[in-house]
């Protein structure tokens, strides 16, 4: 037999055979077979014919009378053919070194990659003495899956670098994904193109295997928006103590759970370590999902580390969700990488185009609008590329400690030249408010010099009526020249403010706002109020517990098409409008009913029986009413009643207290 370094040379001189099996074409966006794809089989499929065995003398010869190929030809697939060349090299080194050894793996996996019918590949395995390396080779796709009974999975294991097995349910999982949620596999392979080549060389540096990426595809389904009823995010679903113990900043201005790279690192680090606490990837898989700890206690209690055995059901101690998780990530795995086979047709799939971007350093927080219009490209793009963002704007940022934003691929420069170009009108500064109690929207924005609605849009949020005490709101606040006097920034707040309206934003009255910190106590329902508009008689009507639009339309003899008009409800609005304590206004021709006291709510056609014999216009504070009830049922503001009763701490009034409710 030859020297083996002299038949490496000779492989690695001679381009690929004409007559080889072309590679199946790879779906728009797609990666195309590397290093890890590995060759399937199934059982029943017909073997390649044999070829005689020839000296490596004979090998020479027939290479050298091999045809070449036109030098136009050539020089068109060079730039293609290139890196697979450079990584075949690389992967023959090692064997090269050491003549004597045996080919390993990778040189094999190497020789595959030359194609299936190539001559030369086979007449290198047969001068490499490995009769057994064709028992694998097939022509064609996988064959359509009829029967998963009979299928032998241990037949397409080496395509995948981690276990996979069939057992019945993974068998189930592999039917529910061709049946009920058929749909959603289908949006998940969809998906998958977009963060399959960024994710995977990340678990590869980390020592992970590349198919590791499938347990983002049964956590999140690629999505970095999604959050689970745990509160874990992103698409490596994290919760937040396990995402700040593996580095990932959560605060008011970013959530990087939510970051589809920096979460790829941080779920290699945590799965690397699982993998080292529990030996194997079916033990950390189950672990990922409810934690080293109890299946480490289960293997210790039962003395073994079968996945199998301590998953069963005769077992207790996992959760059924931690007991399908390992089928269901074999199951996906399965048919991600061979839908086809699996019933799943080409036109089910709308491929995404792979996750490639800029960066770009920022210094000081900026808002996405600004971003965007210097990089011409859209606001949504920008969030598309920076999911962590949970504002409008970046976080602040220093030129010592920039922050790292994400662009459109190609727009980098057109960003940096448009935005060292802004003038101070065009930008907007941010600041940070605490919500105290008292603090409503309308007050901040007076305070600090902004719209309502600009402070809505920055922090995503489409309305309020009471702030959350204690809540941070970032602020956006026309720029200030160095004397503190406005720098012109009315224009940008003006757009933003603009821009807040088209995206659905809307504001509440300053009347309508409930201040921050008021107790909640029962609400008034039933007529609150009625009064003359134009001559017409107008009630303002609380929704009571078991209202519904007949109900209140046959109380007050109208109809339900005119409360929806009174209301500009449509009908699927009008099932969110029937809460208690929801207003409804109604224009009717006679007087309202009076309406009876209900437990737990307080009538406001009529005082309660503790305010009989009260003097007009005085109220005595029942258990669990608040100033802002009380406002609400007598028709005056809630500083109204503060300034004719001399109230300054609202958070102390006892039951009994008597109050004014009507101007003196």
Partial sequence: MPPFSLLLLVLASVPPSRDAVPTPSVPPAMRAPGAEDKPMRVAGAAQEPAVPIQSAEEILKDLANEPTEDAGAAEEDEASEESTELEELRALEGATLDPGARPNAEVLQSLRRLGMANPLRLRMLDALEEPTFREDEETGELPLMTDLS???????????????????????????????????????????????????????????????????????????????????????????????????????WVDERRDPIKATYAAARYLKDLYAELGHWYLAWAGYNTGSGRVRRLMERLGTNDF?????????????ETRHYVPKLIAAALIAKHPAAFGFSEQEFVYEQPLTFDEVKLTDATDLDVIARAAGVSVAQIQDLNPELRRWCTPPATAKNPYVLRLPKGSAQ??????????????????????????????????????????LQMNRLKSVRTLR???????????????????????????????????????????????????????????????????????TYGVQSGDSLWAIAQRFQVNVDDIRKWNNLTVRASKKALKVGSVLYLW?????????????TVIAQRAPAGNAGRPSGVHELAAGESLWSVAQRYGVSVEDIKRW????????????????????
């Fill in 308 to 320: 199998w055995a301590i998953s069963s059901p005769a077992e207790k101690g996992l959760a059924l």
């Fill in 588 to 600: 009717p021709d006679n007087a309202p009913k009076q309406v009876e006291e209900r437990a737990g």
């Fill in 645 to 664: 009763n001399n109230i300054k701490d609202t958070t102390r009034l006892p039951t009994g207290l008597r109050l004014v409710v009507k101007a003196p």
């Fill in 469 to 539: 005490v204690n809540a941070e709101l970032v602020i956006p606040v026309p720029a200030v020249r160095g004397g503190g006097k406005p720098a012109g920034g009315a224009s940008a707040l003006a757009r933003k403010v603009a821009q807040a309206r088209r995206s659905g934003v809307s504001v509440l009255r300053p009347e309508d706002e409930v201040p921050a910190g008021t107790p909640r106590g029962p609400v008034a329902t039933g007529p609150i109020k009625t009064e003359t508009i134009n001559g017409r008689k107008r009630v």
């Fill in 150 to 252: 009979n299928f032998d999975v241990s037949r397409v294991q080496a395509r995948y670098d981690i276990p996979v097995e069939m057992q019945p349910l993974v068998a189930q999982y592999i039917q529910f994904f061709q049946g009920p949620g058929r749909k959603w596999f289908s949006k998940w392979v969809s998906r998958s193109t977009r963060y399959l080549p960024v994710m995977q060389p990340i678990l590869e540096a980390h020592g992970l295997p590349r198919d590791t990426v499938y347990l983002a595809m049964i956590e999140s389904g690629f999505s970095p928006t999604a959050y689970s009823w745990a509160h874990a995010s992103g698409p490596w679903q994290f919760i937040a103590s396990t995402g700040r113990q593996y580095g990932l900043r959560q605060d008011f």
């Fill in 414 to 455: 057109q960003f940096a030249e448009n935005f060292a170009r802004l003038s101070p009108k065009e930008r907007l500064t941010f600041r940070v408010h605490k919500v105290k109690r008292g603090d409503t929207l309308s007050q901040i924005a007076l305070t600090y010099g902004t719209a309502p609605e600009a402070i």
